[in-house]
């Protein structure tokens, strides 16, 4: 399936501005969309929040002469209503909004019959299931085409990006609903011109289905998002790396792939069969505290058996993170276990 691409600017800032991405944008086939915000939300009071209904004039008109479409965020009914009066068939549900069920459920009652297609951002926080959950009542008012966006979830530490990717988020989202196409907005993840290839690279080995990205003709001059936003130059040069094709020929990649896959498979049963044995060793144990009334929480023997592990972690080459992700879910569950018992 050939990969979508969504890209324009964060804003509508003047009608100048819209025919000068649009013309640019035009011209490149691989786009198979034009974003541009109407309704700005933002953070604090007083900065640009949007031209609102004029900018949808714009686009109408634009839409016509360059034979392109246009889509925008919606977040009240208000939105959508307006979106169909100018002709925009798609829109999306920004990051802000995906978090609140209640808007969620107003733009669904405004969204039903109209035949428009939506894409839903990732709610700012990490929580899968807010995410989960737009998509589910979008899809039980009958919207037939869904698509997910994702754009990086705020936390206290996004570890230089703008908005943390945490991939394994929107990887158990595609787990979840396998019938949803997903997007990346790198632009929102990265925060920095910079940063945004990188990321759509590492989509694109996630076998994401395209993009959504920020383009400006002038991003420093950029009424929001300036720093984010690329200029044509490098949505070019962005797009001649993300749309490479695989050069991998399904039988020759099956023929070495099958027998790799083989082995993880048996070392994954293995696994399972081991943490079944820890977890019996476990109830045994816990017999024995049980009888002679030992608590079941041993804050000495669980640390050294943390250290223990780590530094066999370390001489293994293995992320000492990632250890101790596990064991902590190991020893949680042996403490369930044994509180069981
Ligand atoms: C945007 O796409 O410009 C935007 C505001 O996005 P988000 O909802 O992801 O913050
Ligand atoms: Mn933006």
Redesign the pocket.
């Known amino acids: 399936m050939s990969k979508i691409v969504i890209a324009g600017p964060?804003s509508v800032e003047s009608r100048e501005q819209l025919r000068e991405v649009t013309a640019l944008l035009a011209t490149m086939p691989e786009v198979t969309m034009i974003?541009a915000?109407v309704w700005?939300?933002r953070t604090r009071p007083g900065g640009f929040e949007g031209l609102g209904e004029p900018a949808l004039r714009w686009m109408q008109e634009l839409a016509a002469e360059y034979g392109v479409a246009y889509c925008c965020?919606v977040a009240r009914p208000e939105h959508v209503e307006l979106c169909q009066q100018y002709g925009i068939r798609t829109v999306w549900i920004?990051?802000?909004t995906t978090g609140n069920p209640f808007m969620v459920d107003e733009l669904c009652s405004a969204l039903r019959d109209s035949g428009m297609a939506v894409m839903v951002?990732n709610p700012t926080s990490p929580d899968v299931r807010l995410w989960l959950g737009a998509i589910e009542r979008l899809q039980q008012v009958g919207i037939q085409s869904i698509t997910a966006v994702h754009?990086g979830f705020s936390m206290y530490n996004t570890r230089g990006y703008r908005n943390a990717p945490l991939w394994e988020m929107a990887l158990e989202l595609r787990r979840e609903l396998p019938g949803v196409p997903i997007l990346c907005?790198p632009s929102?993840i990265g925060g920095q011109r910079e940063l945004v290839e990188p990321i759509a690279l590492t989509a694109r080995m996630l076998d994401y289905d395209g993009l959504m990205v920020?383009v400006h003709p002038h991003p420093d001059a950029a009424l929001?998002?300036a720093g984010q936003q690329l200029d044509p130059d490098q949505l070019r040069r962005l797009l001649d790396s993300f749309l490479i094709p695989s050069t991998a020929t399904p039988t020759d990649s099956d023929h070495r792939l099958t027998p790799l896959r083989q082995q993880i498979d048996d070392v994954d049963h293995e696994l399972l069969s081991l943490l079944a044995r820890r977890m019996e060793l476990s109830r045994s144990i816990a017999a024995i505290k049980h009888e002679h009334d030992i608590a079941v929480y041993q804050s000495k023997r669980w640390s050294d058996v943390m250290d223990d592990r780590l530094q066999l972690a370390g001489s293994l080459g293995l992320d000492a993170d990632f250890i101790k992700d596990i064991l902590e879910k190991i020893h949680a569950e042996s403490v369930r276990v044994q509180l069981e018992s």
Request: aromatic share 0%; hydrophobic share 5%; with cysteine.
């Open positions: 964060c974003r915000g700005k939300p965020e920004g990051a802000r951002k754009r907005d929102h920020e929001t998002d």
